[in-house]
């Protein structure tokens, strides 16, 4: 009796230690946390880290405040080296695409992903052509007919850097139609928003972007999409607009948003941020966005998402080749 009662004494005693340990080696945010946007507010990004921010407050999935910081500049790159100035700080997360590793590619940044933490893959987004509505593009017909003549007879605008996604899809456009692309006009903005404005006061011809970030004008029918760098259509209410692989141009390119961390953060920190943020994917709000908003859920946690940043760090190397671009 007493051997089974010492023998229970200790299992007692280890559970409780094992509880401990795993409390002890827990972490969550102490103090607020900061979502960084490297770019204006009212673009793609910066809609994303709201929607997360929102979800995260109302679904009580963090216990300490949230701000959100607007850094934009240099392409990214003064939000990237606002990041890597806090190693190892699991309260500051960057929303993040393709110019994290174009930037690199082309020489305009030392710091690539290698030098951040991966901490989830939330969508896809992908690029469209857009114009006003009044425009005399009145459809992809005469935007292909017009860059067949002349690499610079239209000027694309773009966020937020010259080798981003945008700029990338744009270019494949006029490369594929045998057109120079050191030759073309483009603008680039600091935020989608400022994009979208520009279309819409004729200072641009085209804005080379994710529909996502201009649906109002486009569903109010002030500007309207001519093709799409996608797969296959996006549906919805871009149901009947044609991608540019339907009319023979192999052009496909997507904006992924990610949330990346300083280097150096704990398996517990990232585990926390891994989880998060999948509860957030999984929410009928964040799933209600994702359609709204024409995104494709490619949610990937930090392992995954290594593996997958390296894939299109080759990619999109070979692509910048391409349209003269890599250093």
Not at 206 to 217: Q, R, T
Not at 230 to 240: C, S, V
Not at 252 to 267: C, D, E, H, Q
Request: some cysteine; glycine content about 10%.
């Amino acid at each position: 009796m007493r051997a089974e009662r010492s023998f229970f004494i200790c299992g007692f005693i280890v559970l409780l230690l094992i509880i401990g340990f795993g409390k002890a080696h827990a972490w969550k945010p102490e103090r607020p946390i900061e979502f960084v946007v490297p770019s204006a507010p009212g673009g793609g990004f910066d809609k994303t880290m709201r929607l997360i921010e929102k979800i995260s407050r109302e679904e009580k999935l963090l216990d300490v405040p949230v701000t959100i910081v607007n850094r934009s500049g240099g392409g990214g790159n003064v939000a990237l080296t606002y990041l890597t100035s806090r190693p190892g700080d699991g309260h500051t997360l960057m929303v993040s695409s393709t110019a994290l590793l174009a930037n690199h590619i082309v020489g305009r940044s030392k710091l690539t992903h290698r030098d951040l933490t991966p901490v989830a893959n939330m969508f896809s987004d992908y690029i469209s052509a857009i114009v006003v509505a009044s425009s005399p593009i009145r459809d992809s017909r005469v935007f292909i007919n017009q860059l067949k003549k002349s690499s610079d007879s239209i000027s694309f605008g773009f966020c937020c850097a010259l080798g981003g996604g945008n700029h990338l899809a744009a270019a494949m456009i006029v490369k594929a139609l045998g057109g120079d692309v050191r030759k073309m006009r483009t603008v680039v903005f600091k935020g989608a928003g400022e994009t979208t404005s520009a279309v819409l006061g004729g200072h641009i011809d085209v804005a080379s972007n994710a529909a996502s970030n201009a649906l109002g004008p486009i569903l109010d029918g002030k500007m309207k999409v001519i093709g799409v760098a996608a797969p296959k259509r996006l549906g919805g209410p871009l149901k009947d607009v044609p991608t540019w692989r339907e009319q023979n141009i192999d052009a496909v390119m997507a904006l992924w948003r990610n949330l990346v961390a300083p280097k150096g953060l704990s398996t517990e920190q990232i585990a926390f941020w891994e989880q998060l943020l999948y509860k957030v994917s999984q929410s009928k709000q964040w799933q209600e966005e994702l359609e709204n908003n024409l995104w494709n859920d490619t949610f990937m946690r930090s392992s995954e998402m290594s593996r997958y940043l390296d894939e299109q760090y080759e990619i999109l190397s070979s692509l910048l080749t391409d349209v003269g671009l890599k250093k």
